[in-house]
């Protein structure tokens, strides 16, 4: 059973789109949720935090639905620089995190 | 703005060799993790660090893999006798506190095996 599970995509939208990534997680203790982006042969970069009400960050909305163990991420007006990979990232412990397999957004010109 | 750095970029080791990569965290940081990605694969935990003692640790990290901080600002990761499945990038984050905030990762150290 996969901790955290994404669509690994690709997704190839235009720029100007909007597009909308999901992840799901196993562990119901989990605590602490993020997205990072990661850039081909990069570290991963944190996006955002996501809290249990919902945040936004510019384009970037993150949801948290603890009930159904899922998380979303939501980037609007795509630009070419938002071209990566989007990992859902959980906390599993005290101190360590699990890493879904990301999922690839290509924004195309 | 302060950054984790990872030395070196690249290292290539034949098997069996012992390899030590090399990680200095944000200076007023205090937790100190190790994570592994295989190329086309997720990233996997390692390793946490806190105090001068491992606060956890995966099934990956088995007795072949030790982590120290020999100083005040490095904090190496040492594979004893290499293996082909070790290649992989390895990414070393830090955090200011506990409790899994959010980690702020180096630029990894790509490790080749042959």
């Known amino acids: 059973r996969k901790e955290v599970e994404q669509d690994p995509g690709p997704f190839n939208v235009p720029e100007g789109a909007t597009v909308a990534f999901n992840c799901t997680y196993s562990?119901?203790?989990?605590?602490?949720f993020f997205w990072y982006r990661q850039d081909c042969r990069k570290e991963p970069k944190l996006l955002m935090s996501?809290?249990?009400s919902g945040n936004e960050d510019g384009r970037f909305t993150a949801q948290l639905n603890r009930a159904s163990q899922y998380i979303s991420l939501l980037i609007r007006d795509s630009k070419l620089s938002d071209s990566a990979t989007y990992l859902c990232?959980?906390?599993?412990?005290?101190?360590?995190?699990?890493f879904g397999t990301g999922t690839r957004l290509t924004v195309i010109p | 703005e302060p950054e984790v750095t990872q030395t070196p970029s690249h290292q290539v080791t034949q098997m069996g060799q012992e390899v030590i990569l090399r990680c200095v965290p944000i200076?007023?940081?205090?937790?100190f993790y190790w994570y592994r990605q295989i190329l086309g694969q997720k990233v996997e935990f390692l390793v946490s660090?806190?105090?001068?003692?491992?606060?956890?640790k995966s099934e990956i990290f088995d007795d072949q893999f030790s982590v120290e901080r020999p100083d005040g600002s490095n904090f190496t990761l040492k594979i004893r006798s290499t293996k082909l499945e070790d290649s992989a990038m390895y990414f070393c984050?830090?955090?200011?506190?506990?409790?899994?905030?959010?980690?702020?990762f180096g630029p990894g150290t790509r490790l080749t095996v042959t």
């Open positions: 200076s007023n940081h205090l937790y």
């Open positions: 996501v809290y249990s």
């Open positions: 562990n119901s203790a989990s605590q602490s």
């Open positions: 984050a830090s955090t200011s506190t506990g409790g899994t905030p959010e980690q702020y």
């Open positions: 660090f806190y105090n001068n003692e491992i606060s956890e």
């Open positions: 990232v959980v906390n599993a412990g005290a101190n360590n995190l699990f």
